[in-house]
């Protein structure tokens, strides 16, 4: 069965912290990992990584693939409260490619 | 208007009613996806759809139909709604089978 594991499952920072997502995975015919952000509504994308070691950046997130050890991190530097959100970790793959989620990590950032 | 629209946005439903909720995209994606998210599970998947007219089942499928006669369109049906299925639904939908998803922005059903 296809797992994806993110922690931790919430965090709460000050704004201009720095934080570290996780993200590992167990998935058959892994393609990709993507990354999305999910405020009130919908899961809107961040990233999708496929290829070790090149890291993805936008603005002040970016996040890295590890294929070798299964896992992926997205960081987010000078977080501000709009940054508080669900973060959650997807990987396509299994035997009709298709997504399967992580429980997502919580983010709170305070002022 | 162009994007993933789901309808309606907010239901809710007695227990042993059937209930469908609506999913259309403009973009002739090929593949749709229904979801349920729940606290404590995030989001699994019901059914997919590869076309119009293959459709295939996902992690939670017992109790939902699906239909896909129209690539733009594909509904949700729950047959006899059950207290357990009150969740938030999202569609998705993607040009490509590996291709990241593009998502509706739910419904929120209530079975009470």
Known sequence: ED???QSPLSLVVHEGDTVTLNCSYEVTNFRSLLW??????APT??????????????????????????????????TQTGDSAVYLCA??????????FGKGTLLTVNP | ????????????TETGRQVTLMCHQTWSHSYMFWYR???GHGLRLIYYSAAADIT??????????????KTENFPLTLESATRSQTSVYFCASSPEVTYGYTFGSGTRLTVV
């Open chain 1, 36 to 41: 999305y952000k999910q405020e009130k509504k």
């Open chain 1, 91 to 100: 990987v396509l793959g299994g035997s009709n490619y298709k997504l399967t």
């Open chain 2, 1 to 12: 208007d162009a994007g993933i629209t789901q309808s309606p946005r907010y239901k809710i």
């Open chain 2, 37 to 39: 998210q729940d606290l």
């Open chain 1, 45 to 78: 994308f961040l990233f999708m990584l496929t290829s070790s070691g090149i890291e993805k950046k936008s603005g002040r997130l970016s996040s890295i693939l590890d294929k070798k050890e299964l896992f992926s991190i997205l960081n987010i530097t000078a």
């Open chain 2, 56 to 69: 295939d089942k996902g992690e939670v499928p017992d109790g939902y139909v699906v239909s896909r006669s």
């Open chain 1, 3 to 5: 797992k994806v594991v």
